[in-house]
C-alpha cells in the first residue's frame, strides 16, 4: 500500500462544462417497455419547448431518437419555459387528454421553482407515459455496469466514479443512507479492479464479537486465546491480493480500530499471539450510513478510509431512475404486468429505505399479481404513521390510487420554519403546501393565521403591495413569496385593485 497518503476527490461535472444545469424529461413509462430510460435534454440556450405524440424526440445513449408516438397522447402541445432564475413553467394545452402534475390532475399552467425541479416533478399522459422532469448536470453518454443502473445525473457520476475507484488501489469509503447500494457499488470496483480475479472478503463489522473481532480480522496463532486449538487464518489473509470490504464500519468495534489503522499506515499486522509481523496486500472498500466525523469513531483512522469516498444518492434525489430500476428488478415483462398508474405512485414516493424498499414492494407486487390480483399501492408500502425526520427533507410522499397523499403530521409537530419552506417550495399556494406538509387546508390556514411572519393580504398596504408586483415583473408567486403572503388571496386582492388582468 503505497498511495494511501494520496486522496481523490469525486469529481462532480457540468454538462459541457457549464455551470447551469440542463432541463430534462425522462420516460419513466411507457407501454413500449423498451422506451422507458429514454431521454430529451434541452439545449441549454433554450428558452422553451413542445411536447406532444411528435415531438420532441427521446433517446438513450447512442440510439436513435423517437417521438413518445403513443395513441393515446395528444397532438395538442403542452409548453415547457424556463426563465433566467431557472423556474419552470408547464404550460397545458386544452385537450380532452387527462394530464397529470405528481398525480393531480391539472389544468391552465403551473410555475415550479428550481427547487422542485431538484426533486423530479412527474407528468402523465394520457395515464399512459410518464416523464420525469429534472435537471442534468452531466449529459447521458453509455457505459453501464452490472446492477447500478440509472439514466439520471446522479447514476452517471456514480458510474464514473466507481471506475476511477476501480483503477486504483486507494482505500474507498462508501457512504450513503441505508439501501442506497453500497455493497453493489463494492462489487462493482472489484469487478473492475486489477483485482477481479480474486474473490471479494467481505465482513459485517457490526456483526464482530468485542471479544473476537481482533482474531477475526487478523487471524490468531495457536494458542493465542482459550479454544484457539489451532491457528486461526483472518480474514485480512483470506483477502491476499484480492479486496476486503468492511460493510457498517461506523460500527467497528473500538478495540479493532487503531489496529485497522496501523494497516493502512504500514501496511502490516500481526496475529493475535503470533512472533512477526504480516504483509497485507488487500485492498480495502469501506461502507457506512453513519456521520463518522464524531468522537465515537477513530478521527485518524477516517482520514485513512478517506483515500476515494463516493457518496451515494437516496432515491428520491433520482426519481427519474425509477421506471428504468423496476425493470431491472422486474424484467422485461414488467410491462405488461405493472399499470402505469401504480409505477406513477411508486414514483411519486421517497423511499426512505431506498432501492432495497423498492425491490422489496415489487417483489410483493409479482406475489400479488400471480395470484391474480390487482396490487395497490396502500398494499405494498407500509408508511409510518410518524416518519422519522430527515434533515434537509419534506415529509415523505405517498402517491395513492386517489392521487398524492403526503404521510400524515401533527400540527404541532410543525415549526414556523417548516411552513415557512413549504410555502416557499411551492410558490405561496397554500393548496400544495398543506398537500406536502400532510396537513388539511383549514389547518394550514390557521398555523398561517398565528405564524409571526406571515401576512394576510388584505392587512399589506397597497402601495407595498405594487412595490413587490413591479419588483417581479408582474409575477404574482413572486410576488407573494417578496410579501409573505399566500398567493391566491394575494392574486383575488390584485384583480380586486386592477392590478393584473
Known amino acids: 500500500m503505497t498511495d494511501e497518503l494520496c486522496t481523490l476527490t469525486s469529481p462532480l461535472p457540468h454538462a459541457a462544462g457549464k455551470d447551469r444545469p440542463l432541463l430534462a424529461l425522462t420516460i419513466v413509462w411507457h407501454p413500449d417497455i423498451e422506451r422507458v430510460g429514454e431521454q430529451f435534454v434541452a439545449a441549454e440556450q433554450s428558452s422553451g419547448w413542445e411536447v406532444s405524440r411528435y415531438a420532441p424526440l427521446f433517446r438513450r445513449a447512442g440510439g436513435p431518437e423517437l417521438p413518445l408516438g403513443h395513441s393515446g397522447i395528444s397532438r395538442e402541445p403542452l409548453r415547457i419555459t424556463r426563465d433566467t432564475d431557472d423556474n419552470v413553467s408547464v404550460h397545458f394545452p386544452n385537450t380532452k387528454m387527462v394530464i397529470e402534475l405528481n398525480s393531480c390532475v391539472v389544468q391552465g399552467s403551473v410555475r415550479l421553482i428550481k427547487s422542485q425541479i431538484d426533486t423530479g416533478q412527474l407528468l402523465t399522459l394520457g395515464r399512459a407515459v410518464v416523464l420525469c422532469l429534472h435537471w442534468m448536470t452531466v449529459l447521458p453518454k453509455p457505459g453501464a455496469i452490472a446492477a447500478v443502473t440509472g439514466v439520471g445525473s446522479a447514476a452517471i457520476m456514480l458510474r464514473d466514479q466507481i471506475r476511477m475507484a476501480a483503477a486504483s488501489d486507494l482505500p474507498v469509503l462508501l457512504m450513503g ?37 481482533a482474531a477475526d480480522l487478523f487471524g490468531a496463532a495457536k494458542g493465542a486465546y482459550t479454544g484457539a486449538q489451532s491457528e486461526r487464518k483472518g480474514l485480512f489473509a483470506e483477502a491476499d491480493g484480492a479486496t476486503l470490504f468492511l460493510d457498517e464500519i461506523g460500527n467497528a468495534p473500538a478495540s479493532v480500530q487503531p489496529m485497522l489503522l496501523r494497516v493502512l499506515e504500514g501496511g502490516d499486522y500481526r496475529p493475535l499471539g503470533a512472533a512477526h509481523d504480516r504483509q497485507a496486500t488487500a485492498r480495502l472498500i469501506a461502507a457506512s450510513d453513519q456521520n463518522l466525523d464524531s468522537v465515537d469513531f477513530n478521527q485518524a483512522l477516517l482520514r485513512r478510509l478517506e483515500g476515494f469516498v463516493i457518496q451515494l444518492p437516496p432515491l428520491r434525489q433520482r426519481r427519474e431512475d425509477i421506471g428504468v430500476l423496476i425493470v431491472e428488478l422486474l424484467g422485461k415483462d414488467a410491462g405488461r404486468r405493472l399499470p402505469s398508474a401504480l409505477v406513477l405512485a411508486l414514483a411519486c414516493y421517497d423511499w426512505p429505505g431506498n432501492i ?30 410518524h416518519p422519522p425526520d430527515q434533515p434537509g427533507h419534506a415529509p415523505a410522499t405517498v402517491a395513492g390510487p386517489t392521487g398524492a397523499v403526503p404521510a400524515r403530521r401533527k400540527p404541532s409537530s410543525l415549526s414556523h420554519q417548516d411552513i415557512l419552506d413549504a410555502m416557499g417550495r411551492h410558490g405561496w399556494t397554500i393548496q400544495h403546501a398543506a398537500h406536502a406538509l400532510g396537513i388539511s387546508r383549514p389547518t394550514l390556514y390557521k398555523l398561517l393565521e398565528r405564524h409571526p411572519e406571515i401576512r394576510r393580504a388584505e392587512q399589506i398596504p397597497v402601495d407595498d403591495i405594487k412595490r413587490a408586483l413591479f419588483s417581479s415583473n408582474g409575477d404574482v408567486e413572486r410576488c407573494a413569496a417578496l410579501l409573505k403572503t399566500p398567493a391566491e388571496p394575494l392574486r383575488r386582492l390584485l384583480h380586486k385593485h386592477e392590478l393584473v388582468d
Open 177 to 213: 443512507e441505508t439501501g442506497t447500494g453500497k455493497e453493489i457499488a463494492a462489487r462493482a470496483i472489484h469487478a473492475l479492479s486489477r483485482r477481479a480475479h480474486a474473490s471479494l472478503v467481505t465482513v459485517n463489522m457490526a456483526a464482530l464479537n468485542e471479544a473476537l473481532a
Open 356 to 385: 432495497r424498499q423498492l425491490a422489496r414492494a415489487l417483489q410483493r407486487a409479482l406475489l400479488m399479481l400471480d395470484a391474480g390480483t390487482a396490487p395497490q399501492f396502500a398494499q405494498l408500502v407500509r408508511v409510518p404513521s
